[in-house]
């Protein structure tokens, strides 16, 4: 069984910054794709950065330069790094697996991310 648990979340003033971790455990292909999705009250949820097994970083428009995924594939991990956080920001905050070719997509919990003005 595939697990994803996300920490880092909490209250930041604007400006400020906030690193998002999320560790998967469980079988799964080496070969995937490890992202950051959220959701805010009312919205659709949306990618905001996504990170292929060989390192490609894909970012949302309104993160870019702002925000920075990473990965440590020997830990099964990915990162996410926001700095000059707005308010705009303000989501629950999903890490998402998605390996390649398998048909099966999984994600995590969710950890809630507030951006005060």
């Known amino acids: 069984q595939v697990q994803l648990v996300e920490s880092g979340g909490g209250l930041v003033q604007s400006g400020g910054s906030l690193r998002l971790s999320c560790a998967a455990s469980?079988?799964?292909?080496?070969?995937?794709?490890m992202g950051w999705y959220r959701q805010a009250p009312g919205k659709q949820r949306e990618l905001v950065a996504s990170i292929t097994y060989g390192g490609r970083a894909n970012y949302a428009d309104s993160v870019k330069g702002r925000f920075t995924i990473s990965r440590d594939s020997a830990k099964n991990t990915v990162y996410l790094q926001m700095n000059q956080l707005k308010p705009e920001d303000t989501a629950v905050y999903y890490c998402?697996?998605?390996?390649?070719?398998?048909?099966?997509?999984?994600w995590g919990q969710g950890t809630q991310v507030t951006v005060s003005s």
């Open positions: 469980g079988r799964f292909s080496s070969l995937n794709t």
């Open positions: 998402n697996l998605d390996p390649l070719l398998s048909g099966a997509n999984y």
